[in-house]
T-cell receptor, first 110, second 114 residues
């Protein structure tokens, strides 16, 4: 099955700086790569996703890049704000079955 | 409002008892999923269903059972055979698409064995 590894497990950044989270996947057949944000005691919410036919996607302060050859994808958050503090999960899927990374706890220091 | 609803939010169970977690969605999604979340381990797939009256085991199905009698509902039973049931359980749903579609999550049920 698919194996997704996510790094780092924790990330502390100064408000206004950028945050980068990296993930690798094992199955070259995976074609959908979402990123989820989870706040304490709540369910994860999708913040951005990318499909295998696209190399980069941006949405305001958030961007995701995908390198299919190397089988890795990354989340970039620019101009971080206190409300960006949360746990972030990457995932990879073929059609409908999502496999998740272990998560990154992001703390934005004021 | 469309969404996915899990109940209860908190659940306490005595050892040796079965307990059922509820998950309902009104998004008209075909696929539904149950994940277990433990600290530092991300989300692990327990069971998933693509269509009514059909479901498949995920990566950690032992000690769990599900049913899919209605498109809107996908209850999870944690049986006494589950050795370490204390965890945060998340239900999700998605439409089916060849290039992958967004999974919507409920707010979770925190199960504690006492």
């Amino acid at each position: 099955g698919e194996n997704v590894e996510q790094h780092p497990s924790t990330l502390s950044v100064q408000e206004g700086d950028s945050a980068v989270i990296k993930c690798t996947y094992s199955d070259s057949a995976s074609n959908y790569f979402p990123w989820y944000k989870q706040e304490l005691g709540k369910g994860p919410q999708l913040i951005i996703d990318i499909r295998s036919n696209v190399g980069e996607k941006k949405d305001q302060r958030i961007a995701v890049t995908l390198n299919k050859t190397a089988k890795h994808f990354s989340l970039h958050i620019t101009e971080t704000q206190p409300e960006d503090s949360a746990v972030y999960f990457c995932a990879a899927s073929m059609v409908y079955k999502l496999s998740f990374g272990a998560g990154t706890t992001v703390t934005v220091r004021a | 409002d469309g969404g996915i609803t899990q109940s209860p939010k908190y659940l306490f169970r005595k050892e040796g008892q079965n307990v059922t977690l509820s998950c309902e969605q009104n998004l008209n999604h075909d696929a539904m999923y149950w994940y277990r979340q433990d600290p530092g381990q991300g989300l692990r797939l327990i069971y998933y269903s693509q269509i009514v009256n059909d479901f498949q085991k995920g990566d950690i199905a032992e000690g769990y059972s599900v049913s899919r009698e209605k498109k809107e509902s996908f209850p999870l039973t944690v049986t006494s055979a589950q050795k370490n049931p204390t965890a945060f359980y998340l239900c999700a749903s998605s439409s089916l698409g060849a290039l992958g579609t967004e999974a919507f999550f409920g707010q979770g049920t925190r199960l504690t064995v006492v």
